[in-house]
């Protein structure tokens, strides 16, 4: 900036007819540093000045042609002209020559004849003073800019008239035009402030002009446009000298977009984005004063979790902005489910029970004042029904289902964080139940969920010395009760828990990679025991195997499963692969490829768990398997007459169209057999037949080749229902 305070090497322009003074003014000037360019008259001086900026000019009042009044009228109209200091050397001291010079823009005057011992000095002043004002200006736009920023405008008050002052700023902050601030008063600024906040404002300004007080406030105002807007304003009293209060000064500023943030991070902090539910920290905040109300009162509350079953296949298949849709839905028909609940529960207060999201697929359910054991079960019971209803998506009908595990309070844990890890588990055993279901939180699982890492080296000693056991479940011919096969399920022989099911520890072999040496486990023994039937002489019926996506798409699998066969003297037809559609789903062309290669070694293929609504029929086409099986959960219902019914009935006539046989699985009741054997379903499993038996058990069933005592009221039972259908 041209306003330095060094004046070595300051650029000063020297412009005067008279060479001789002009000759002895560049000598004096150089030779106290500055550097000095001449020029003889004023046009010569417009020249000089219009093609290199100079920090000062010394300028002759009289001159021919152009005088230096216009020469300093015309710098003073160019940009770089406007704050240049610019010296007038002048013989005229009458106040009109003065006069003129000043309106020319002239900065100060120095006397002819000329006081050679001066110049400098005063040249130097003119110079210093104008750096000073420069930066002067510079800072006051550097607070302007900055206030600018901070949306903060400044303001005062002088104590003995009530004089308001205000940066332009502060016009900004209340919306007003910039003009709007002068001559505004301290009253106009009071009657922007919201009504609430009003008379604090004016309190605090009226200690702070009579008793001195700073203060810090904050409050809305309604800015000129009409905005509601959050300020802050903090403001102390002015002294002068003699420490005598004279004025009081403040600033304030617009925080509005700060207060927005901080509400949103709270929100955000707080509650889940998608839904608006609050999340699981704040579940917890949340229900602890429930809780301890509960407590006082003596009265009892249940916790929910409330784990949509197989909800990653919904985001696989139809993408995640669906996916968010679908749980959107949901979150609706919970709260609704509750709000309808509550009111129906004895004692129960609606108001209080609160439902949050606690993970990606799970929500959380407190219910207050809940009586015993079985109101819990009917919420359950209804939210089940609330999220089974079907969703629209993409011209299609999903159905959806859910595990609710429930824990009690105060009866399974003394605070939110405990009944949360009770239900939790309550779910996770209602999911490996056959899911669709609810299930209460007992103290017996609280074993099994001890430390995961326990758990895992657990299930590698298991593995390796023996304890796994490999039941079987006889799929039958509903109209015969002849026995078609037989489908292996894994248990775990645990010392000290007994018999566990697969839904506790399969998901962590998944998880640990375990799953690879549990399937070794799996299907060699699988492949002895079809072994040691047929030596037996026993009738040769295949085995469906469950195959997990990591040994399904395993490089190793095919030539160890040649191995195997080779080994123990079998056929590729002892054995059928149950996989998954969500499995066949992740990488669809790898998945074909397997699907043929085992097909093609006469391997039976399986699509299990089919009809939860994921696989589209495009892709079903491409899966070259023998057999679907029907989800349990669309069996559990299907005689109701509902839309359970409906869709077992259609996975049927699709599996005929595709040539493929169809299994029904989950299959409990006379009237369920009797439905899908009406509609053309003959194989079918489940419970109403035989539960997974050890292998003994199973082959002493295969002597006599059927289930015993189901077949004649299912066939009269068949009848029924075909007449009904008719
Ligand atoms: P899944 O393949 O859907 O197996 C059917 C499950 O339903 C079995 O549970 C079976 O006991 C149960 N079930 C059968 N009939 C009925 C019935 O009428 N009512 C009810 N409520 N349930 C019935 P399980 O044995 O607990 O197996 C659970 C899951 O564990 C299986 O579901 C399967 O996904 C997995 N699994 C079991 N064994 C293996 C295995 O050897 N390897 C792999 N990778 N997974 C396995
Ligand atoms: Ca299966
Ligand atoms: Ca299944």
Request: proline residues 3%.
């Amino acid at each position: 900036m041209s306003g330095s305070l060094h004046t070595t090497g300051q650029r000063l322009l020297l412009v005067d007819d008279d060479a001789l003074l002009r000759g002895i003014a560049a000598k004096t000037l150089r030779h106290a540093g500055f550097e000095v360019t001449e020029a003889a008259d004023g046009e010569a001086a417009l020249v000089q000045f219009e093609a290199a900026p100079f920090d000062l000019l010394l300028l002759d009042v009289v001159m021919p042609e152009l005088d230096g009044y216009e020469v300093c009228a015309r710098i003073r109209a160019l940009p770089q002209g406007a704050r240049v200091p610019v010296l007038m050397l002048t013989g005229l001291n009458d106040s009109a020559s003065i006069e003129l010079a000043y309106q020319a823009g002239a900065t100060d005057f120095i006397a002819k004849p000329i006081n050679w011992t001066l110049l400098s000095h005063r040249v130097r002043y003119s110079l210093r003073a104008a750096a000073a004002v420069e930066q002067a200006l510079h800072s006051r736009e550097r607070l302007e800019r900055a206030q600018h920023i901070a949306n903060m405008g400044s303001w005062q008050i002088a104590l003995a008239d009530e004089a308001f002052a205000c940066s332009p700023e502060l016009a900004r902050v209340f919306g007003a035009a910039a003009d709007a601030v002068h001559g505004a008063t301290s009253a106009d600024f009071l009657a922007r402030v919201g009504e609430v906040d009003r008379e604090t404002v004016r309190q605090a300004r009226h200690a702070a002009m009579h008793q001195g007080q700073a203060y810090q406030l904050s409050f809305a105002i309604t800015r000129d446009d009409g905005a509601l807007r959050t300020v802050f304003e903090q403001a102390s009293p002015v002294f002068d000298a003699a420490g005598r209060q004279v004025a009081v000064e403040g600033i304030t500023q617009d925080i509005t977009d700060r207060v927005e943030a901080e509400q949103r991070i709270r929100v955000l902090a707080h509650y889940d984005r998608l839904t608006g539910l609050p999340n699981r920290q704040f579940f917890d905040e949340l229900a602890g004063p429930t809780l301890d109300r509960s407590r006082r009162l003596g009265t009892a509350c249940a916790l929910l979790h409330v784990d949509m079953d197989r909800f990653k296949n919904v985001n696989d298949a139809y993408g995640h902005a669906e996916g968010d849709a679908v749980l959107l839905a949901l979150t609706e028909r919970l709260q609704a489910s509750i709000r309808s609940c509550d009111l129906a529960m004895v004692g129960g207060t609606a108001n209080d029970s609160v439902v949050a999201r606690v993970g990606a697929n799970a929500f959380t359910v407190l219910l207050v004042d809940v009586g015993n054991d079985s109101q819990a079960a009917t919420v359950a019971e209804r939210l089940l029904n609330a999220v089974a209803a079907p969703i629209a998506l993409r011209g299609r009908e999903l159905v959806l289902t859910a595990s609710i595990g429930i824990a009690m309070y105060p009866r399974d844990a003394g605070d939110a964080k405990g009944l949360a890890r009770c239900a939790e588990q309550a779910a996770y055993a209602a999911k490996s139940a056959g899911r669709a279901r609810h299930s209460f939180f007992d103290e017996a699982m609280n074993l099994l969920a001890s430390d995961r890492l326990a758990r895992e080296s657990d299930l590698r000693h298991a593995i390796a010395e023996g304890h796994l056991r490999l039941q079987y479940q006889p799929k039958v011919d509903a109209s015969s009760g002849v026995i078609l096969g037989a489908e292996a399920l894994v248990r775990w022989l645990h010392p000290e828990r007994g018999l566990v099911p697969p839904g506790l520890f399969i998901p962590l072999a998944e998880e640990s990679g375990l799953i690879l040496p549990l399937t070794d486990w799996v299907l060699e023994t699988a492949c002895a025991d079809q072994r040691a039937r047929r030596d037996a002489g026993l009738r040769n019926v295949p085995i469906s195997v469950n195959l997990s996506a990591a040994s399904f798409v395993h490089d190793g699998l095919l030539a160890q499963l040649d191995e195997l066969l080779a080994r123990h003297g079998l056929e590729a037809t002892a054995l059928i692969f149950e996989v998954t559609e969500s499995q066949l789903m992740t990488n669809v062309d790898r998945a074909v490829e397997r699907l043929h290669e085992l097909r093609e070694r006469g391997f039976g293929l399986s699509l299990d768990d089919f009809g939860t609504g994921y696989s589209s029929l495009s892709y079903l086409k491409r899966f070259p398997v023998h057999e679907l099986k029907i989800d349990r959960s669309f069996v559990v219902d299907v005689c109701s007459g509902g839309r359970d019914g409906a869709l077992a009935a259609s996975i049927i006539a699709l599996g005929r169209e595709f040539g493929l046989r169809v299994v029904a699985e989950g299959v409990e009741t006379a009237e369920q057999a009797a439905f899908l054997l009406g509609h053309g379903c003959p194989h079918q499993q489940g419970y109403l037949f035989a539960r997974p038996m050890p292998v003994a058990e199973f082959d002493a069933l295969l002597v006599g080749g059927v289930v015993a005592g189901r077949t004649r009221p299912l066939v009269a039972l068949d009848l029924c229902a075909a007449r009904s259908a008719a």
